[in-house]
């Protein structure tokens, strides 16, 4: 199983970007976890969707910034990022389970 993410970029100190996570193929994303990592640092989760009903959970440094959803026609996962600061900058990966699949990540800059 794959999973692709894109929407990351380059985007100055209070601006916003949205990540999408996808999986090519037929497997379904369920739960669904956003991470971030940084050289040097372990990998940090950011945010979750459980199920299809809207459960959702943010770590603390996402919560009121950050808001994770799905399109369930689309087998998409989104991150809408905003009031980006520069430490969130890192390379965001989607995570799926059951299965435990990664993308490749992709990268997000916070810089003026």
């Known amino acids: 199983v794959n999973l692709v993410e894109s929407g990351g970029g380059l985007v100055q100190p209070g601006g916003s970007l949205r990540l999408s996570c996808t999986s090519q193929?037929?497997?379904?994303?369920?739960?669904v976890r956003w991470y971030r990592q940084t050289p040097h640092k372990e990998r940090e989760w950011v945010a979750s969707?459980?199920?299809?009903?809207?459960?959702?959970l943010y770590s603390d440094s996402a919560k009121g910034r950050f808001l994770i959803s799905r399109d369930v026609d689309k087998n998409m996962v989104y991150l809408q990022m905003d009031y980006l600061k520069p430490e969130d900058t890192a390379v965001y990966f989607c995570?799926?389970?059951?299965?435990?699949?990664w993308g490749q990540g992709t990268q997000v800059t916070v810089s003026s």
């Open positions: 193929g037929t497997f379904t994303l369920k739960v």
């Open positions: 995570n799926a389970v059951p299965g435990d699949y």
């Open positions: 969707i459980i199920d299809n009903h809207g459960s959702v």
